[in-house]
């Protein structure tokens, strides 16, 4: 059973926030949620939630207003789970997105403040028993239906979560768990996490308009036979903490396991840090490795410390020579080095990996950074040729390399938003 207690008048309101949250105070009721939701529950834009420890959706329906504070508890490990039998319906907008954040005031705020966001699905894995059971005791997830659906995530922005729990068990900033394909996740930003950012645990979830800023880990990451789609994808890094900007697994104990790993993703900028002024961290663009399979398309690599691409294992790299990994219209430029050494020679059989300048505007700057290629870019300018993806309603036929483009799509049939970013992204550490 949830426990909820509602501060009812805004004095109240007010007083909550001092006691639970120290020096952060809001203008709105402070509401308090713990335990299980099991019944069909509405969080609105005039409150503000606090998660007091692990929070489960389970055989209801959580749906949130646009707008919505939600503040995960540190001293608890405040996360919200939605698990298998539950749906989230977290439907922001662009003018008022629903922020999952720290109760750290501001100036204070910081990697593994809080949980995370976990969403349980019922799509299949390629984990022994078709069932797994995810990090920090968030439940159970997997099954056999591909078409499942966990609801819909729009316009949500999920910070300074991923608090560890012991040794390579920490939470992610929103964590695909078996998540199946009847799922909306779209316009996502998981900004300073302490572990990856967004990872995807099997299932068949499709991820468009996404970025993850400041991880500690790995930005985007898949294992356990994820078969879904991506596009305009976005990681930026930071040198003081953080590892790949994909780590691509299939299954660790047997690299050979079906379902695959084999996402269809177009539209990735990966951009890492190139100096030291905060530290050595920010290793490898791509590492494709543990028999994943793929095909990715369209893409920047910039500014990493180590390899822009690095394939690693056996079974990887046969996939890579007979067309399951596949690599198209990339460019790479300013990793130490593009490639890895003993990937050098798959690389140069992709087509169209090009070492160029790609001209981004501002991509490194960390509190107001523009990922956006110059007009003049071979990025958008037609010298290097570009794919479209499948007609299948899902991918928009974007005539550009990287995760966002200059202006908005030429073609007046694209849907392509331009700079979608804008008005409601959060880079700054505090």
């Known amino acids: 059973m949830t426990t909820v207690k509602r501060a009812g008048a805004l004095l109240a309101g007010l007083f909550a926030a001092a006691s639970l949250l120290g020096p952060v105070a809001f203008t709105q009721n402070v509401v308090r949620v713990s335990g299980r939701i099991t019944s069909d529950t509405t969080w609105t834009a005039n409150n503000v939630y606090v998660l007091s420890g692990t929070v489960f959706v389970e055989n ?26 539950g749906q989230i319906f977290a439907e922001g907008r662009a003018n008022a997105p629903i922020v999952f954040t720290s109760d750290q005031p501001a100036g204070s705020r910081a990697r593994a403040d809080w949980g995370g966001l976990i969403i349980n699905g019922d799509a299949p894995l390629n984990v022994s028993g078709g069932e797994a059971f995810g990090e920090g005791d968030t439940g159970a997830y997997g099954g056999n239906n591909p078409d499942d659906s966990s609801g819909v995530l729009r316009y949500v922005r999920v910070e300074y979560a991923g608090i560890e729990f012991s040794p390579d068990n920490e939470l992610n900033g929103i964590a695909f768990q078996g998540v199946g394909r009847g799922t909306v996740a779209e316009f996502l930003q998981v900004n300073y996490n302490k572990d990856d950012g967004i990872e995807m645990f099997g299932g068949t979830v499709n991820v468009k308009y996404a970025i993850v800023t400041g991880a500690g880990d790995d930005s985007f990451d898949w294992t356990d036979g994820w078969d879904g789609k991506g596009q305009f994808w976005i990681a930026q890094q930071y040198g003081d903490d953080a590892d790949n900007g994909f780590e691509a697994d299939n299954n660790a104990e047997n690299f050979d396991l079906q379902p695959r790993s084999n996402p269809t993703i177009y539209n990735v900028s990966l951009i890492g840090d190139p100096d030291n002024e905060q530290g050595g961290e920010s290793d490898d663009g791509m590492l494709l490795r543990r028999g994943t399979a793929a095909t990715i398309r369209n893409g920047i690599v910039t500014g990493f410390k180590e390899n822009g691409l690095n394939i690693d294992d056996s079974v990887t790299f046969t996939l890579a020579g ?7 219209n990339f460019i790479f430029f300013g990793n130490n080095p593009n490639f890895a050494s003993d990937t050098q020679a798959v690389a140069a059989t992709f087509s169209n990996i090009v070492v160029t300048d790609p001209m981004l505007r501002d991509p490194y700057d960390q509190v107001s950074p523009d990922y956006r290629p110059t007009s003049d870019s071979p990025a ?3 010298e290097i040729a570009v794919s479209l993806p499948p007609n299948d309603g899902f991918f928009e036929p974007a005539r550009f390399l990287g995760g966002i483009s200059s202006d908005r799509d030429p073609n007046p049939d694209a849907p392509y938003l331009g700079n979608w970013l804008a008005g409601w992204t959060n880079f700054s550490p505090n």
């Open 60 to 85: 209801a329906v959580l749906r949130i207003e646009a707008g919505t504070r939600i503040v995960g508890e540190g001293a608890s490990i405040g996360a919200l789970v939605i698990s298998r039998t």
């Open 380 to 382: 958008v300018n037609g």
């Open 322 to 328: 007979n067309g399951g990994l596949s690599l198209a």
